[in-house]
């Protein structure tokens, strides 16, 4: 077992209420899982807890989160710098925002690399350029030379999965990562995420609302209401099988080629 | 379907921004559409392919640097003044972040009657029942009427967004990604409130979208814009199996459809698309076509007609247009 989230809570502030219920969640190397659900829904509180990222306050308050047979929530400070970026690793749906804006791909890229692994900077730099052109990009040379404003919304993210991957983690965390991009943009980062587990057996858990994404990238799906888990299973049983009225509904919202035309 | 009323035209419609170095950005190349009455025409393409500047011209919002805009029989392209402002109440546009739409500080009726009010087709006095009566039109209880936009969720917000639009009974409505900002289940409330509405009112629709699959739903034609130019213009049934240009194809390809088969891999076209400012001689297209002849890096191709309201900007079917004759 590579993840185990066992029924946790998170609540925010003093809001006595948790914004997030009893989820749980196991998933073992290699395995891809969606969580979907609207806006407000908590499937990035989810994921981010698993990262020990909550912003203003937020705390898992009742379960646990046991990564590779330890749990995370005793983590302190030193431990976590060791386990991010190396085990387990986070795309975030704008990877330009997590970027530096006034500094140059390179020196960001080759200091992240550093951090994490006793180099020279000769070596990060060649690590970063190999990394760069495994994702795809063209001429890596220049992508490291550049300002983050002088790449499109598709390089920029994959910029952030080349360094979000160059430790090869066990577990990637992806926040809405085509959520920004144009249909035939996403189609090429949601064909690269699904070669990386081909690729380097990394386990996934995909947190989209765009379901038709979900669908096709995830072994095992989660829709998730109001800070709940409504429903979990495989495609089939999600997209034809369900039983929730929410599900149900959510999945007529979506609109295909095939379906019923208003006019 | 019987005689169809023409609203709207845009003829040979171009629009360059100046750039630095002396060179020019540019937004749309050579437009032509047509608008009728009561039907909806969608606007397909990715960031940056020049539809919201489209958009905006027909809005008055900005003016072409060539080319006609012909509403209701008016050039519209270079109103000025009392004649624009008049112009205005013939089109009318719902936004695509409702958050954002309007001013904070305003109660919904408000916001609703500030139109009304200002083109003089009511009174102060009459501000609270036509405000319900508009909330009502777009199925929102007539107390939302008192409220501020952030006592409302987005979906309601949007709702009070076409009802704004349609206060002064405009020929044309314009909806710039009117629904990609809210969840599925909203859009799809949304998009059956505008259809509703539509045959209500009997108002033409010009509706801006980049997913394919909504498009094929809700319109009636459906352009294709890429880089600028429009590469093909098809009636929406077509869609999923008429489509001819490459690009539309590349677009189908890459939708993520539940009703797909998952063990296939997606198709998508690798590269980026070029930078608006030096657009390639020849057809934009021909970086990423893989079919791309001799021909293409040449000519830009014009928009031929395949059938009837199906016509395609694409040098693969003028060859074979040509040796049929």
């Not at chain 1, 005793?74 to 997590?98: E, H, N, P, T």
């Not at chain 1, 760069?132 to 002088?150: C, E, I, K, W």
Request: with cysteine.
């Amino acid at each position: 077992m590579l993840l185990d989230i066992k029924d946790i809570s998170i609540t925010y502030g003093k809001n006595p209420k948790p914004t997030v219920e009893h989820v749980s969640l196991s998933m073992n190397e290699g395995d891809i899982v969606s969580i979907v659900g609207e806006s407000g829904s908590g499937k990035t509180t989810v994921i981010r807890a698993v990262l020990g990222l909550l912003p203003g306050g937020g705390k898992v308050s009742e379960g646990d989160i046991v990564f590779n047979g330890t749990s995370l929530l005793s983590y302190d400070v030193k431990q976590w710098q060791s386990l991010r970026g190396s085990q387990i690793s986070m795309i975030f749906q704008d990877s330009g925002a997590m970027i530096n804006p006034i500094r140059k791909i390179g020196g960001q890229y080759v200091d992240y690399i550093r951090l994490h692994k006793e180099c020279t900077k000769q070596e990060a730099w060649d690590m970063a350029c190999d990394m760069l052109t495994r994702m795809r990009l063209p001429s890596a040379d220049n992508v490291m030379d550049s300002y983050p404003f002088q790449l499109s919304g598709g390089m920029r993210q994959r910029v952030g999965i080349a360094m979000a991957m160059t430790f090869n983690p066990k577990l990637l965390l992806a926040d809405e990562p085509t959520s920004a991009l144009d249909v035939t943009t996403q189609a090429q980062i949601v064909r690269q995420m699904m070669e990386l587990r081909d690729e380097f057996g990394t386990a996934i858990i995909i947190v989209t609302h765009n379901i038709g994404v979900a669908a096709y990238m995830g072994d095992k799906i989660i829709v998730m209401q109001h800070g709940k888990v409504v429903d979990s299973g495989d495609r089939d049983h999600i997209l034809h099988h369900s039983q929730d009225p929410y599900t149900r509904n959510l999945m007529n919202s979506v609109p295909t080629l095939e379906g019923l035309r208003y006019v | 379907m019987s005689e169809r009323e023409l609203v709207l035209s845009v003829k040979n419609v171009t629009r360059r921004f100046p750039a630095s170095g002396g060179r020019f950005l540019l937004a749309n190349n050579n437009i032509n559409l047509e608008l009728y009455r009561g039907e909806t025409l969608c606007i397909v393409g990715e960031s940056g392919c020049g539809k919201s500047t489209l958009m905006r011209m027909l809005l008055s919002l900005d003016t072409p640097s060539e080319g006609e805009i012909i509403c209701l029989g008016q050039n519209i392209a270079h109103l000025k003044g009392e004649a624009l402002r008049q112009h205005r109440r013939h089109i009318q546009m719902v936004f695509q972040d409702p958050a954002h739409a309007f001013n904070p500080k305003m109660k919904i009726k408000d916001i609703l009657c500030e139109p009304l009010l200002n083109f003089g087709m009511i009174k102060k006095s009459e501000v609270d029942t036509r405000a319900r009566q508009l909330l009502e039109m777009v199925e929102l209880p007539g107390d939302f009427a008192d409220r501020y936009p952030h006592n409302m969720s987005g979906g309601q917000r949007q709702r009070v967004g076409i009802a704004r639009a349609l206060a002064i009974e405009p020929d044309i409505v314009m909806c710039d990604e009117a629904t990609s900002a809210l969840d599925v289940s909203v859009q799809k409330t949304i998009i059956e409130l505008l259809v509703k509405l539509q045959k209500e009112h009997n108002i033409a629709i010009g509706f801006i979208c980049h997913d394919i699959a909504l498009v094929s739903q809700m319109s009636h034609r459906a352009a294709v814009m890429y880089l600028g130019n429009i590469v093909e213009i098809l009636p929406s049934d077509r869609i999923k199996d008429g489509a001819m240009h490459p690009y539309t194809k590349a677009l189908l390809g890459a939708i993520f459809d539940l009703n797909m088969d998952f063990s296939k891999k997606i198709d998508s076209i690798e590269s980026e698309i070029p930078s608006p400012l030096d657009v390639p001689v020849g057809c934009p297209f021909q970086d990423r076509c893989d079919q791309c002849m001799e021909i293409c890096k040449k000519e830009n191709p014009q928009l031929i007609k395949m059938a009837d309201g199906h016509e395609v900007a694409c040098h693969l079917y003028t060859q074979t247009r040509k040796e049929d004759k």
